[in-house]
T-cell receptor
C-alpha cells in the first residue's frame, strides 16, 4: 500500500504566522511520530501518538508547537507565531510495532 | 543530549571500497537502528540490532553493537555509487521514541 505522506512538501511563511503541517500515516499503523531536522543537525523527536493513549509531548520545543491526531489516523502539527529558528524539515513517521518506523518525505518549512 | 553521535561526519570513498560509520550513544537502549536518507527524501530503515545482539547482517550491510562501550558501527561492503546518502543511527530507549544522531554523509565516487 501507500507509504506515509506529508503535505505540503514545501511551506514558506512569514515570521509570526501560524502554519499547519499534515501527515497521513500508513493505514493501520497505531503509532505516529513527528520529528524535526534542522540544517546540519540530527533528527529531533517532537511528539509521539500511540493508539488512544495520551500523546508523549516531551519533545515539543515550546508551547507554540502542538499536534493532533484525529480518529487515530491523520495528524496535524501546528506551529503558532512562527520564528526563523523554526525553519527545518519536519518529518512524520508511523509504525505498527516496536521496531521499524516508516518515514514520510517531510515538509520543508522556511520562515522568512 | 540523548542523541547518538556519528563519525565521521562525512566520508568519501571509491566505488567498490568498504565504508564504515560509527555511532556512540549515552544511555541504555532497547535497540539501535540505522537509517538512510537520500537527498531530499525521507528516511529509510536499514537494520535494527537489539541490545542483546552483537552483530547483524543484511545483504551488504553489517552492523555491530558494543553495549559496554555504547557504540555501534555500520559497514557497507563493496560500495556502489547508489549508496551515496546520509546515514543515521537511532537509539530506542523504550516506548519506541528514537533519538537520532547528526548523521554521516557518505559519497561513493564511481
Amino acid at each position: 500500500g501507500a507509504g506515509v505522506s506529508q503535505s505540503p512538501s514545501n511551506k514558506v511563511t512569514e515570521k509570526g504566522k501560524d502554519v499547519e503541517l499534515r501527515c497521513d500515516p500508513i493505514s493501520g499503523h497505531t503509532a505516529l511520530y513527528w520529528y524535526r531536522q534542522s540544517l546540519g543537525q540530527g533528527l529531533e523527536f517532537l511528539i509521539y501518538f500511540q493508539g488512544n493513549s495520551a500523546p508523549d509531548k516531551s519533545g515539543l520545543p515550546s508551547d507554540r508547537f502542538s499536534a493532533e491526531r484525529t480518529g487515530g489516523s491523520v495528524s496535524t502539527l501546528t506551529i503558532q507565531r512562527t520564528q526563523q529558528e523554526d525553519s527545518a524539515v519536519y518529518l512524520c513517521a508511523s509504525s505498527d510495532s516496536l521496531n521499524e518506523q516508516f518515514f514520510g518525505p517531510g515538509t520543508r518549512l522556511t520562515v522568512l | 543530549s540523548q542523541q547518538g553521535e556519528e563519525d565521521p561526519q562525512a566520508l568519501s570513498i571509491q566505488e567498490g571500497e568498504n565504508a564504515t560509520m560509527n555511532c556512540s550513544y549515552k544511555t541504555s537502549i532497547n535497540n539501535l537502528q540505522w537509517y538512510r536518507q537520500n537527498s531530499g527524501r525521507g528516511l529509510v530503515h536499514l537494520i535494527l540490532i537489539r541490545s542483546n545482539e552483537r552483530e547483524k547482517h543484511s545483504g551488504r550491510l553489517r552492523v555491530t553493537l558494543d553495549t559496554s562501550k555504547k557504540s555501534s558501527s555500520l559497514l557497507i561492503t563493496a560500495s556502489r555509487a547508489a549508496d551515496t546518502a546520509s546515514y543515521f543511527c537511532a537509539t530506542d530507549r523504550g516506548a519506541n521514541n528514537l533519538f537520532f544522531g547528526t548523521g554521516t554523509r557518505l559519497t561513493v565516487i564511481p
